[in-house]
Nanobody, 116 residues
Framework: QVQLVESGGGLVQAGGSLRLSCAASGSVGGINVMGWYRQAPGKQRELVATIINGGSTNYADSVKGRFTISRDNTKNTVYLQMNSLKPEDTAVYYC??????????WGQGTQVTVSS
């Protein structure tokens, strides 16, 4: 079992910044992927960014150049630095963990609201 604890969400004005954190605990190890998905009201959950142990990253086109994902492997923690936030970024952000053929794990979700 893997537990994911998220923090860092909140309310910010357009153009502002937020930094999300997600700490993984439990049966964490080996090659794994951590990242962030988000879900806005009335929309499907979509990938925001992912990162593997070695540092390779993947971003949604909508956030490229604005968001940066990183991780601290010694702490099993993934971060999402969100800059130049737009109202369209408003959503519940979910931390994600995947290792091999094990199940997907999800955080509890943290609300990000960007006001215009």
């Amino acid at each position: 079992q893997v537990q994911l604890v998220e923090s860092g969400g909140g309310l910010v004005q357009a153009g502002g910044s937020l930094r999300l954190s997600c700490a993984a605990s439990g049966s964490v190890g080996g090659i794994n992927v951590m990242g962030w998905y988000r879900q806005a009201p009335g929309k499907q959950r979509e990938l925001v960014a992912t990162i593997i142990n070695g540092g390779s990253t993947n971003y949604a086109d909508s956030v490229k150049g604005r968001f940066t994902i990183s991780r601290d492997n010694t702490k099993n923690t993934v971060y999402l630095q969100m800059n130049s936030l737009k109202p369209e970024d408003t959503a519940v952000y979910y931390c994600y963990y995947k290792a091999g053929w094990n199940p997907n794990y999800w955080g509890q979700g943290t609300q990000v609201t960007v006001s215009s």
